[in-house]
């Protein structure tokens, strides 16, 4: 069974700091990882899709990397600001229509 | 464009009740999904249908029935709630021929 896991599961730092956010998955048999970002009590977000056969999608100060054959993601955030506090969750895609989430990171930045 | 759109926003059941949780999008997408979201569960997928006429079940479907009404809807019933179906339900779609799912804001439900 695909395991998709983020780790850690809550993360706070000071406005300013470049962030890594990791995602790990079990089967390398991927079709995409797609990141999201969920506010509270809000929907959903993309923020980023990487196809298998890409290595690397950027947008804006995000940039997410795909690692295959090690099963990981990762999500940077350049220059964090207090805008960007919010769950963020990554969510693998094999050859089905579904998706399989992680439980998500709670990212707080501080003024 | 709204987008994705859910109703009701919140709902309170009594064990037994039913209910029909509504999803509709404007965006001419031809796939549309439902999810749960629980606490240190993630989200996980109820139902999907690829494209009008068609449902399939997800990972959690057992309890829930879905209707593909058009190509803009897509509804989840819940027959007879049961408190483990407490939970906050999702609406997504998805344009054929692109990977990117877009999210409703999403229904909370409490089942008593």
């Known amino acids: 069974k695909q395991e998709v896991t983020q780790i850690p599961a809550a993360l706070s730092v000071p406005e300013g700091e470049n962030l890594v956010l990791n995602c790990s998955f079990t089967d390398s048999a991927i079709y995409n990882l797609q990141w999201f970002r969920q506010d509270p009590g809000k929907g959903l977000t993309s923020l980023l899709l990487i196809q298998s056969s890409q290595r690397e999608q950027t947008s804006g100060r995000l940039n997410a990397s795909l690692d295959k054959s090690s099963g990981r993601s990762t999500l940077y955030i350049a220059a964090s600001q207090p805008g960007d506090s919010a769950t963020y969750l990554c969510?693998?895609?094999?050859?089905?229509?579904?998706?399989?989430f992680g439980k998500g990171m709670k990212l707080t930045v501080n003024p | 464009n709204a987008g994705v759109t859910q109703t009701p926003k919140f709902q309170v059941l009594k064990t037994g009740q039913s209910m029909t949780l509504q999803c509709a999008q404007d965006m001419n997408h031809n796939s549309m999904y439902w999810y749960r979201q629980d606490p240190g569960m993630g989200l996980r997928l109820i139902y999907y249908s690829a494209s009008e006429g068609t449902t399939d079940k997800g990972e959690v479907p057992n309890g829930y029935n879905v209707s593909r009404l058009n190509k803009r809807e897509f509804s989840l019933r819940l027959e007879s709630a049961a408190p483990s179906q407490t939970s906050v339900y999702f609406c997504?779609?998805?344009?054929?021929?692109?990977?990117?799912?877009?999210f409703g804001p999403g229904t909370r439900l409490t089942v008593l």
């Open positions: 997504a779609s998805r344009y054929r021929g692109e990977d990117t799912q877009y």
């Open positions: 969510a693998w895609r094999g050859g089905s229509e579904k998706l399989v």
